[in-house]
């Protein structure tokens, strides 16, 4: 043989094995696909199935259908691999009917009573065995309770009528003179007969089978009503009709009437099973219904439908024969090892070893073995035999006839063939596959060390942008496991707009082979974080050169940029607050001033509405003056709002009480604008002076308002929150527990440089006329000075939202009525002290007026040294405490000195201060602040005076 002809056998060869290999993988697919089908028949069988396998001398369960677990209520899966002896050893004739079964190779039904263990409750069951090659025994029962309890009840029935006739016959016999009671007797007979027959006809009509009766001429003298689930014909037009002309098909005419013949000759039950049309199948069973004179006169004949068991039994034939097909066509080594030697090999087993059939049957299985895993393989054989369960699935080396070495995948396992245990085995050689995997393995774990050693993210995409590959780094950036994040697109972990920005990127490296760089990416995390992070990424070609993906290296940017951003925005806010701070100082002293000025218009005012009569022409333009005084007032009250000059009356309340009183107080003119609420249920208490907070909320809804001119929805929230140590920096508050309130309005919106001063004093952007620029900066101070926060988020065009922050307090809420202001007067004698002498003057005048004795004193050190000298005359000192010198604070504790039981009422242009609020505390009965009506200070006198 030349050296061409040589290499023409071997190019023939591999041609021959490239198709065999073709060949092999479609067999083993249409195997997959017939393994399929056949569960999917068996789980979608309604009734219960369960599969028993031969082991040594009993019989295990290993698989049941969905029916059996409806049943069972889920508790079958605990019994797999249970032998039949133990689940039933209360029942021993079950597993006697599955070893008869197995045996006779013939079916095996039983009709027993058993009670099932998840209801508790006795039914009684069919129970059918029947044998499938070569060592399974299916099982499969029904419920025949109705049925059984139906036909006993007919029984029962004919057995009273029965009785009852006998009865009245001996009774005829007895009263044989009155020929009247023997017709009455009998009509009453009938009667019964036919409740009793009504009652027969109604229990036949509920039960599932098809009932029917045929006279000798093969005619229906009744059907029940289950015939019309299986005809288009109703029950009724059955009657008097025979067999051949309605309800039958014309294959089963001849065989049904050939039984009815045989059951009216012999008077014998006959069963058979019939296949109908559409595909469905049915159990017979005819019973001969004799008369007196013992010969058959109808025939009772019960259908069940078995089409399920029966397609199931058929889909199991099939499945068989297809695997045999299957077995015999692999091109996969499959053969069966008993002891040392086979005892069953398909054709490619002959053709891998290269020994003849006769060869292989007579040497010992292990000779095929290398010799380097022939005592190994070997123990594992003794071992698989003897109940242990070692490996069973693992590469092998064979060795043919020919001394040449082949790779193997092997699958082993253990069942029995001719009631003995045998091993039966896969093999499906890998040599070709098996060099070039070490080849590639050692190549790969090279690789492999070094990307899982960076401390960079490394990733591989496919061209449309799935993950194929990447180290554990990515892992710890994404948040997942490698299962979860195989196969999943860069689309998956990023926002939309990123993503397109990944996708443009790709395509240029794609379209030019150059790498690319992202400086900033943004990456959602599997706990819906966001990441930031840079990255490079380069082409990925195949071996012909064209590209099949992407490779990349990732960088974790986060916490760099963060801290960035957190230096970036606290540099803003300490700008900001040093600017506002500022402002307030210079705020609170104008405020100040302003208030002492129209605390002297305001007492004068008062004065001359005493001395006036209101039918005067001059008193309407007292009362004009004072509206005016009023909003001054209100003017320097937002100014040392916002320079957080102090609160009022700090209170525990419920914020969402006083955002429903603070709604009222809006113009409900404004009927464009609807109003969401969702508050908190139990919402946490606060401590505040409700009345600042209410015109904090009144500033915002004004400013919502004029936002929404023709109309919008306007949102309230409240809500309990923990400010965590990261969020609270961002507020400029200490962590813990806040209420927040969120006053959303879906308005004009405002762009950034203006959200930027919104909070500064006399900033506004209305027409001149139409704002003071200071409710926004009086609602800053305020919240500041409650030790919260005030923030907002705002877009042209989409609205803006204010975030409010009050600490939450321990306290328990208190109700209490305001009293009503009262013009009260006295004669005591009142100290007032006040550096302002304009002030002085007025205050002497007023007091005077409401009949009190009045010493005025320009300073701290003059109310001192009158105190002294006059200590038993003073009822009450009206001290200020903003004065030079020595000021009210200072002033307070040196008269305590001179008499502890000294009281004091404060008055300042500020709202309560710290120096106010420790005065307070430690003996100051009252404050007041300016300007004041004369029925307020006239009030607060009395209130002191009296306690």
């Given at each position: 043989?030349?050296?061409?002809?040589?290499?023409?056998?071997?190019?023939?060869?591999?041609?021959?094995?490239?198709?065999?290999?073709?060949?092999?993988?479609?067999?083993?697919?249409?195997?997959?696909?017939?393994?399929?089908?056949?569960?999917?028949?068996?789980?979608?069988?309604?009734?219960?199935?369960?599969?028993w396998k031969r082991a040594e001398e009993d019989f295990v369960l290993t698989d049941f259908n969905d029916a059996a677990m409806v049943v069972t209520k889920n508790r079958i899966g605990k019994f797999?691999?249970?032998?039949?002896?133990?689940?039933?050893?209360?029942?021993?004739?079950?597993?006697?009917?599955?070893?008869?079964?197995?045996?006779?190779?013939?079916?095996?039904?039983?009709?027993?009573?058993?009670?099932?263990?998840?209801?508790?409750?006795?039914?009684?069951?069919?129970?059918?065995?029947?044998?499938?090659?070569?060592?399974?025994?299916?099982?499969?029962?029904?419920?025949?309770?109705?049925?059984?309890?139906?036909?006993?009840?007919?029984?029962?029935?004919?057995?009273?009528?029965?009785?009852?006739?006998?009865?009245?016959?001996?009774d005829l016999e007895e009263i044989n003179h009155s020929l009247l009671e023997e017709i009455r007797a009998r009509e009453m007979a009938q009667k019964k007969s036919r409740k009793n027959e009504e009652r027969y006809r109604s229990l036949t009509d509920e039960l599932p089978d098809v009932i029917i009766r045929i006279d000798r001429n093969l005619r229906y003298m009744y059907v029940n009503r289950a015939v019309e689930r299986y005809s288009t014909t109703s029950k009724d037009r059955f009657i008097g009709k025979s067999v051949s002309e309605i309800g039958l098909e014309t294959k089963n005419i001849a065989l049904l009437e050939k039984i009815f013949k045989e059951v009216f000759d012999t008077g014998e039950i006959r069963r058979t099973e019939l296949h109908h049309q559409k595909d469905i199948w049915f159990d017979w069973l005819f019973i001969p219904e004799k008369g007196d004179d013992g010969s058959v006169q109808t025939i009772l004949a019960s259908g069940r439908d078995i089409t399920a068991i029966k397609r199931a039994r058929l889909a199991l034939e099939k499945s068989e024969n297809l695997f045999r097909t299957f077995v015999d066509s692999s091109r996969s080594g499959i053969f069966i090892v008993q002891g040392d030697h086979f005892k069953y090999f398909n054709d490619t087993l002959v053709e891998i070893s290269g020994y003849t059939r006769e060869e292989l049957l007579?040497?010992?299985?292990?000779?095929?073995?290398?010799?380097?895993?022939?005592?190994?393989?070997?123990?594992?054989?003794?071992?698989?035999?003897?109940?242990?369960?070692?490996?069973?699935?693992?590469?092998?080396?064979?060795?043919?006839?020919?001394?040449?070495?082949?790779?193997?995948?092997?699958?082993?396992?253990?069942?029995?063939?001719?009631?003995?245990?045998?091993?039966?085995?896969?093999?499906?050689e890998i040599t070709e596959s098996k060099l070039a995997k070490d080849e590639l393995r050692q190549s790969e774990e090279k690789y492999r060390t070094i990307i899982e050693n960076i401390e960079e993210a490394y990733f591989e995409v496919d061209l449309a942008g799935n993950l194929t590959f990447f180290n554990d780094a990515l892992c710890r950036i994404i948040g997942g496991d490698r299962e979860e994040l195989m196969g999943l697109n860069y689309r998956d972990f990023t926002t939309a707009e990123m993503g397109e920005k990944m996708f443009r990127?790709?395509?240029?490296?794609?379209?030019?082979?150059?790498?690319?760089?992202?400086?900033?990416?943004?990456?959602?995390?599997?706990?819906?974080?966001?990441?930031?992070?840079?990255?490079?990424?380069?082409?990925?070609?195949?071996?012909?050169?064209?590209?099949?993906?992407?490779?990349?290296?990732?960088?974790?940017?986060t916490e760099k940029l963060m801290a960035e951003k957190a230096k970036k925005e606290l540099e803003h806010q300490l700008q900001q607050a040093l600017r506002i701070e500022a402002i307030g100082t210079l705020a609170g002293g104008i405020a100040h001033d302003f208030n002492n000025l129209l605390t002297g218009i305001q007492g004068n005012l008062s004065i001359l509405k005493i001395?006036?009569?209101?039918?005067?022409?001059?008193?309407?333009?007292?009362?004009?003056?004072?509206?005016?005084?009023?909003?001054?007032?209100?003017?320097?009250?937002?100014?040392?709002?916002?320079?957080?000059?102090?609160?009022?009356?700090?209170?525990?309340?419920?914020?969402?009480?006083?955002?429903?009183?603070?709604?009222?107080?809006?113009?409900?003119t404004k009927k464009a604008i609807t109003i969401e609420k969702k508050y908190e249920k139990s919402v946490w208490i606060v401590e505040a002076d409700r009345g600042q907070i209410e015109q904090v909320l009144l500033n915002i809804f004004v400013n919502a308002a004029h936002a929404m001119p023709h109309g919008g929805k306007l949102s309230l929230t409240t809500e309990n929150v923990r400010l965590s140590e990261k969020e609270a920096l961002l507020l400029d508050l200490p962590p813990g527990k806040y209420v927040k309130i969120s006053v959303a309005d879906t308005g004009t919106g405002m762009d950034d440089k203006t959200a930027e001063h919104v909070f500064e004093p006399f900033f506004t952007t209305k027409e001149m006329g139409r704002g003071t620029g200071l409710g926004l900066a009086s609602a800053y101070g305020i919240i500041k000075n409650h030790n919260g926060g005030i923030s907002l988020k705002s877009k042209v065009g989409e609205g803006t939202t204010f975030f409010i922050h009050l600490p939450i307090s321990?306290?328990?809420?208190?109700?209490?009525?305001?009293?009503?202001?009262?013009?009260?007067?006295?004669?005591?004698?009142?100290?007032?002290?006040?550096?302002?002498?304009?002030?002085?003057?007025?205050?002497?005048?007023?007091?005077?007026?409401?009949?009190?004795?009045?010493?005025?004193?320009?300073?701290?050190?003059?109310?001192?040294?009158?105190?002294?000298?006059?200590?038993?005359?003073?009822?009450?000192?009206?001290?200020?405490?903003?004065?030079?010198?020595?000021?009210?604070?200072?002033?307070?504790?040196?008269?305590?000195?001179?008499?502890?039981?000294?009281?004091?009422?404060?008055?300042?242009?500020?709202?309560?201060?710290?120096?106010?609020?420790?005065?307070?505390?430690?003996?100051?009965?009252?404050?007041?602040?300016?300007?004041?009506?004369?029925?307020?200070?006239?009030?607060?006198?009395?209130?002191?005076?009296?306690?």
């Open positions: 043989m030349n050296q061409n002809t040589t290499y023409e056998a071997l190019e023939q060869r591999i041609k021959e094995l490239e198709s065999e290999s073709t060949l092999r993988k479609e067999i083993q697919k249409n195997l997959l696909l017939s393994e399929k089908k056949w569960n999917s028949l068996l789980k979608g069988v309604p009734i219960p199935i369960y599969i797999i691999g249970h032998k039949a002896s133990e689940m039933y050893a209360h029942m021993p004739e079950i597993p006697l009917d599955i070893e008869s079964c197995f045996r006779t190779k013939k079916s095996v039904q039983r009709e027993m009573v058993y009670r099932f263990r998840t209801t508790e409750k006795e039914r009684i069951l069919t129970m059918t065995c029947g044998f499938v090659p070569p060592d399974f025994v299916v099982i499969h029962t029904e419920d025949i309770t109705d049925r059984k309890q139906a036909e006993q009840a007919l029984k029962n029935t004919l057995d009273h009528l029965e009785f009852q006739v006998q009865e009245r016959t001996r007579e040497m010992p299985y292990w000779k095929l073995v290398h010799p380097d895993m022939r005592d190994e393989i070997i123990e594992r054989g003794m071992r698989r035999l003897a109940g242990e369960d070692p490996v069973s699935h693992y590469e092998i080396m064979l060795l043919t006839k020919e001394g040449k070495t082949l790779y193997f995948d092997l699958a082993a396992a253990i069942h029995e063939f001719e009631d003995k245990p045998a091993v039966f085995v896969t093999a499906f990127v790709f395509h240029q490296v794609f379209k030019t082979g150059n790498p690319a760089v992202i400086a900033h990416y943004e990456i959602i995390t599997r706990s819906n974080e966001t990441v930031f992070v840079e990255f490079s990424t380069s082409l990925i070609r195949d071996k012909a050169g064209l590209p099949k993906g992407f490779r990349g290296i990732v960088r974790d940017n001395r006036k009569k209101s039918d005067d022409p001059e008193y309407k333009k007292i009362l004009m003056i004072e509206e005016l005084v009023q909003s001054g007032a209100e003017l320097t009250r937002q100014l040392l709002g916002f320079a957080m000059g102090g609160k009022y009356e700090v209170k525990p309340c419920d914020v969402n009480e006083v955002i429903e009183k603070s709604l009222k107080m809006i113009d409900r321990e306290k328990s809420l208190s109700r209490e009525e305001s009293p009503e202001i009262e013009l009260k007067k006295g004669r005591e004698t009142i100290l007032f002290v006040d550096d302002e002498k304009p002030i002085r003057d007025i205050g002497v005048e007023l007091l005077s007026e409401l009949g009190y004795q009045v010493i005025p004193a320009e300073s701290g050190f003059k109310a001192l040294d009158f105190f002294k000298a006059h200590r038993g005359a003073v009822d009450l000192v009206i001290l200020d405490m903003i004065m030079p010198g020595m000021n009210g604070r200072e002033t307070f504790h040196e008269l305590r000195k001179i008499n502890k039981e000294v009281k004091v009422l404060l008055q300042s242009g500020y709202s309560i201060d710290e120096q106010t609020k420790e005065v307070l505390e430690t003996g100051g009965e009252g404050f007041i602040q300016k300007p004041f009506s004369l029925k307020e200070i006239a009030q607060k006198i009395r209130l002191i005076l009296e306690s």
